[in-house]
């Protein structure tokens, strides 16, 4: 009878707590300079941004895991990417709630090793990565008529109704396009247990109340 109480505990508690571990999202930074615009290498001043000024992309990803460590995250696993230029100048965020398996371009991902190290980003090489034009919910505090953006070795990441701003960056190939290689970004999320650790700590737990029950009875 002992016995089957405390299966059926284990099994209760087991339950509720895999109905409480979440999946985390992933938060990716690429942080560099903005070295100019286009077209034809024209400033166009958009919002008061200027040369110089700091461009960060923060890409959000959420792939269904519990961890960092070895992981990998393509364009379906994308939520949001958000452009912040000049420090607040310009801000936007597109918005992919259902993910971004309707991008243009979608070669390559981001991954992680054994010991949770990025070790790849969409497109090390100049090559279109991943890229999309208008297939985003978008906000932005800056008016425009257009707007895009791309993760690759390109050298124009990002792009509205006034042109493209690119970067000079800080890990450049030679043939001065932008290179985003894995080493010029940053990963942060809180990883969770999974759902079969809390299975076994659940196990632990009721097996430990048993135990101290019998004490008591003896």
């Known amino acids: ?24 999202p992933v938060s990716l930074v690429y942080s560099d300079v903005i070295s100019g615009f286009e077209p034809f290498g024209e400033e166009p001043m958009a919002g008061g941004v200027v ?3 700091l461009a960060v992309i923060t890409v959000v ?9 070895g992981q990998s995250w393509g364009a379906t696993d994308l939520r949001s990417i958000t452009f912040n230029f000049g420090d607040g100048k310009i801000v936007t965020t ?31 090489d100049p090559e279109y990565g991943w890229l999309d034009m208008g297939g985003a919910n978008v906000t932005s505090n800056y008016s425009s008529e257009f707007y895009g953006w791309m993760i690759s070795g390109l050298e124009s990441p990002y792009t509205d109704g006034s042109g493209s701003f690119y970067f000079e960056a800080l890990d450049a190939v030679p ?3 932008l290179g ?12 969770v247990p999974e759902p079969s650790t809390y299975a076994a700590l659940a196990a632990l737990g009721a097996l430990g109340f048993a135990a101290s029950r019998r004490r008591r009875v003896a």
């Open 1 to 24: 009878m002992q016995k089957t109480a405390v299966a059926a505990l284990v099994s209760l508690f087991t339950a509720f707590v895999c109905t409480q571990a979440k999946a985390i």
């Open 51 to 53: 040369v110089g000024d």
């Open 61 to 69: 990803v959420d792939n269904g895991g519990y961890s960092l460590v």
């Open 94 to 124: 597109f918005s992919y709630p259902s993910g971004g398996g309707d991008m243009i371009y979608q070669e390559g991902r981001f991954a992680t090793d054994g010991d949770g190290i990025l070790t790849e980003v969409p497109s090390p």
């Open 175 to 177: 043939n001065g396009q």
């Open 180 to 191: 985003m290689r894995p080493a010029s970004w940053t990963i942060s999320g809180t990883s």
